[in-house]
């Protein structure tokens, strides 16, 4: 059993850092680069254990791998991917099962997916209807197909049209992947707009994607193809960002900077909500590339909608900013909090609730009263599962709080490897 990790609280934090690579951006980095025909270069790939998991795989699947200085080369074989004999474990990484099941759905085969056990918990089922009126055969435990899967894949996918119930960037994705190698063309439609990097990326590397906006939701149609190979440049990630950006308002006495991050709009809900809230927090794009600057600043309550923030990743640390704010912060919809790396609904009333806040929910809302300044936090403990977004929030309510202690602090490397030496170089 590993030793809780002790977050003290500091005087002062200022300065300027980067944050890895963006995770959505380097899982389909490398799963595109190893559907291509060739030498593709990735820049910038986040180094946490998902991607990892994700590198892993798609060699196994038979694309090459070499890193040079920090620039990896995947080489993706002529003659297309081909079906392991080994299991192919995606580890704590919900992005790398779903997407995945995507792509070997294609590959003719059988295909053995593992986890640890917060992915054998998450519902695969969201993945396994769609690809399966593909013609892919996806088989888990229980009625949420639970790994470990087996995915039975054919080269014979039929294209499909298709409502995403719920909305999420990695059913889209999955159904999108499996997509480039079905006979005719792949709709999916999704209710809220969710993150574009799929899409984009396909686009990319030379797929036919067409995409429109509809009232608050997209259509999104692919026509099969391989995508080409490509030269990857990863920004940083905005959803790590969402934590400098947190502790950089509810701390006393703070000025931080995150340098080059994707400011894509369905990524940065949680800035808007920051500045409803009254932070000091502005972004701004030179270059093409985001920067962020966040302040000490005073928050008041707000009313939060999952809408804003569709994969409603920023939730956890939000609970954090609301815990600092003077009134009750209203979190409505967040059910789709329950079923990430832990019971995120759970994870964050329990913040606010451990550092001393008044916490309730009804259905799938809950209410934080905060406290009006995270100077009035009380020392906490706290069991952070095998979930590094709950990691990270914990530390940032004792970096401006009166400290904690972290349990599990180490799955902080499943996105985030340096991001305890990253709030040391502020300090
Ligand atoms: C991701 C989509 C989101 C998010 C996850 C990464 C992606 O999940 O929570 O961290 O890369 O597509 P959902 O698709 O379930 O919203």
Known sequence: ??????????????????????????????????LASGTSTIEGLSPGEDVKSTSRIIEQLGAKRSDDLGVITIIGPDSGLR?????????????????????????????????DASLSKRPMDRVAAPLGLMGAVISGGGHR????????????????????????????????????????????????????????????AGVDVSSVDQELGRVVSLTPQRPKAHNWRVPGDPSQAAFFCVLGAIHANAHIE?????????????????????AQVDASSREGRGIVTVKSSQLTST????????????????????????????FRDMGELRIKESDRFKGSMMLASLVGCRVWSEGDDFFIDGLSSAEAFSYFSIDAGLDHRIVMSAAVAGLAGSGCSILGAKTVASSYPTFFEDVASLS
């Open 303 to 330: 009313e939060i909608n999952s809408r804003e923030i569709p994969s409603v990743d920023e939730v956890p640390i939000l609970a954090v900013a609301a815990a600092a704010a003077r009134g009750v912060t209203v």
């Open 145 to 204: 197909v639970n790994a470990p899967l087996e995915v039975t894949g054919t080269s014979s996918l039929r294209g499909i049209d298709y409502r995403v119930p719920t909305p999420s960037a990695q059913v889209k994705s999955a159904i999108l992947l499996a997509g480039l190698h079905a006979a005719g063309d792949t709709t999916v439609r999704e209710d809220i707009r969710t993150r574009t990097t799929t899409e984009d990326m396909l686009r990319s």
């Open 258 to 278: 995150v340098l080059d991050i994707d400011v894509a709009p369905e990524r940065t809900g949680f800035i808007s909500v920051l500045q409803r809230m009254g």
């Open 1 to 34: 059993m590993n030793a809780p990790r002790r977050v003290q609280s500091v005087t002062s934090l200022s300065g300027a850092l980067r944050v890895p690579g963006d995770k959505s951006t380097s899982h389909r980095a490398l799963m595109i680069s190893a």
């Open 83 to 115: 079906a392991s004999d080994a299991e192919l474990d995606c580890g704590n990484s919900g992005t790398t099962m779903r997407l995945l099941c995507g792509v070997v759905s294609g590959i003719e085969g059988t295909h053995r997916l593992i986890g």
